[in-house]
Structure formats: C-alpha cells, structure tokens
C-alpha cells in the first residue's frame, strides 16, 4: 500500500479528469459567450462577407450612404424596443412615420416663417403629432387593458388613413422655393455634415446616446424595463405602470414621426404610402438584438446591432443582384435563428 508507483498511478486519471473538466468549462464558457453575443457575432461575418463580394463596402462613401439610409429604422427600432421591454407592441409606427412625414411637408407650406426657425417649428409639429397618435394608442393599452397588438393594429389602420386625408392621397412635394424645405431637403441629401458624417446619422447617433443613457442610468429608464420584467410587483410596489406604458407607446410614436420627417427629406416627398413593413423591420431589429417579446430585456445598443445586421443583409443580397421577394425570406429565416438562439442561451443559463 505504500508503494510509490501505486501512488502515482491513482493520481493519474484524477489529473487527466481535471484537465477534461476545464476543458469541457472552456467550451461551454465559449458557448454561452458566442449565443449572449450572437448578434454581435453576426454583424461582424456579415461585413466579413460583404467586404469580400465587394471591395468598395469599407469605403467611406459607401459606409455613410448605408448609414443614411438605416437611419429611419433606427429611430423606430429605438421606439419599439422601448414599448417592447413593456411587454408591448407598436405595429403603427409605418403608419405613423407616412403621417409625420405629410405632417412637415404640408406645414413647411404655411409656415409664416422660413429659415431655421421655420424648420424647426414644422418639425415639432411633425413630431408632436406622432406623440398624440402613440399616446392615443397607449391610452387602450395601459388604461383599457387592449390587447396591444390589437390597439396598435387599429392604429396602423387609422393612421395609413389619416396620411391618405391629410395629403388627399397625393404626394406632397417639398417645395424649393421655401428656405426651411431647402433645408430639409440638403440634411437628407447632403453626402456631408460635421466632420464628414451626413446629418441623418449625427440625429440616429444624438438619438441612440440619449435613449441609451436613459435606461441605463435614469429612474423611468428602469422602471420601464421592470414594467416588462414583472408588472406585478412593480405595481404591488406603488409604482404607477399605467404612466410608463402610456410613456413608452408616446415616445414609440414621436421617434416613427421623426422617422417620416427623415424619410421625407431623403426623398424630398412626403408620400402618404411611405414606411410600408418598416414596423416588421423595426420589431426583427429587436428581435435579433435580443430582446425579449415578453418584455423586460433588451438593450439600445444591441438594438442598433440588429439594425446594421438588417442593413448588411440587404447590401449583401443587392451585391449578389438577390430580388427583393427572397431577401424577405432571408430576413424571416435569421429572425427565426435569432429568437432559436434567444432560447437556447436562457435554457443554458438555466443549467
């Protein structure tokens, strides 16, 4: 029994389990680091791809116009995850984005006043309409108990409609001779703005800094999320949830109508059909950044991930001359491997 080689031959196999066991601990560290940051992980392949089919992508002009362009969905991601960590929906942002839009155009048109001021004054009203439109709906939601898909399918409804009124189912022009619709005109147009950045992204980069700061670090911005995460003893606690879902859904509609305010100035129209599925990219952006439909979980910046994941995969599929029927197929299909990956990374977390 004292025999040394005895001794060392016992310890071997206990030495070769603890060199399997940190193993098996490196993998699976590897594993749940690669599903909390799959999103993340995807956007980078895809400018790996991207960047492969075609050497121009990394250029600075090429970055900026897709940067541009994301902008719109950027601003109505932002508002939707917002309702969404509610444990909310908004399918009306597309319909309140084409009113926001029609909104600044008619204003512009009989503001008495031009210039800067003129501008600014058309936007809030733009704004402020999408405000009243978003605290309409949140008003069914979080006071009437509506189911929130149904209030805000009505709304979509209402709103498409309301554009379609406003416009009397004409595009409106914005007009040249007007100072304050040149203006809005060249901040969608223009290739450069401070530091050679066009100004739609300094407005999707101020707006992300600013929402972001907010559910990090300010009381509404974690009592919405808590809201989501367990409404019942955030309500047991005294803490009114009607506010916050009334907030939520308000904030939702005024970012779709400075979306539409956007979209029109690239454009230089406000048609009455614009923003059409923009509610169902927005809600995949959400989706694909990780957050939770269930409300409670998601974050701005992973949200600004999904974004540029969706953007990717159109620019990719536009290199590869991909019809735009089959991108929507692509884009279902990462939705469903989003939220599949979403369930795997809880049920490992829960071992």
């Known amino acids: 029994m ?9 310890a071997e196999p206990l030495q070769h389990n603890s060199h399997a066991g940190e193993g098996r601990a490196h993998r699976r560290s590897l594993q749940r680091l690669f599903l909390e940051h799959n999103a993340l992980v995807m956007l980078v392949l895809l400018a ?7 050497p121009d992508f990394f250029t600075y002009q090429n970055l900026g116009n897709l940067l541009r362009q994301l902008t719109p969905l950027l601003l109505v991601s932002i508002g939707m995850l917002i309702v969404i960590l509610t444990a909310g929906i908004d399918l009306s942002v597309a319909s309140v984005a084409a009113v926001g839009g029609i909104v600044v155009a008619m204003t512009l048109n009989v503001m008495p006043v031009e210039g800067g001021l003129g501008l600014l004054l058309a936007v809030t009203v733009a704004v402020a309409s999408g405000v009243l439109m978003g605290l309409a709906t949140g008003t069914f939601i979080a006071y009437f108990r509506m189911a929130p898909f149904i209030a805000t399918l009505a709304m979509m409804t209402a709103g498409r409609g309301l554009a379609f009124i406003l416009s009397n189912g004409q ?3 914005l007009d040249d001779k007007l100072t304050s619709a040149q203006w809005l005109r060249d901040f969608g147009r223009l290739a450069d703005g401070v530091l050679g950045i066009p100004w739609p992204v300094w407005l999707a980069i101020l707006v992300t800094v600013i929402f972001a700061l907010i559910l990090r670090y300010n009381t509404y911005g974690r009592l919405t999320i808590a809201c989501g995460s367990n409404e019942t003893a955030v309500r047991l606690a005294g803490i009114p949830v009607e506010r916050y879902k009334l907030a939520a859904y308000g904030i939702c509609g005024g970012l779709a109508a400075l979306a539409g305010v956007v979209i029109a100035s690239r454009s230089g129209v406000a048609a009455p059909s614009a923003g059409i599925a923009l509610e169902l990219d927005a809600i995949a952006a959400c989706v694909i950044g990780g957050a939770l439909l269930t409300g409670g979980k998601g974050t701005i910046f992973y949200t600004v991930v999904g974004v540029l994941v969706l953007g990717l995969i159109g620019n990719i599929m536009n290199l590869l001359s991909v019809p735009a029927y089959p991108q929507q197929i692509i884009k279902g299909a990462i939705i469903v491997i989003a939220v599949l990956l979403q369930g795997v990374g809880r049920r490992d977390t829960r071992i």
């Open 171 to 173: 595009p409106q022009r």
């Open 48 to 54: 790996i791809v991207a960047s492969v089919l075609s």
């Open 2 to 10: 004292n025999n040394p080689d005895y001794k060392l031959a016992a």
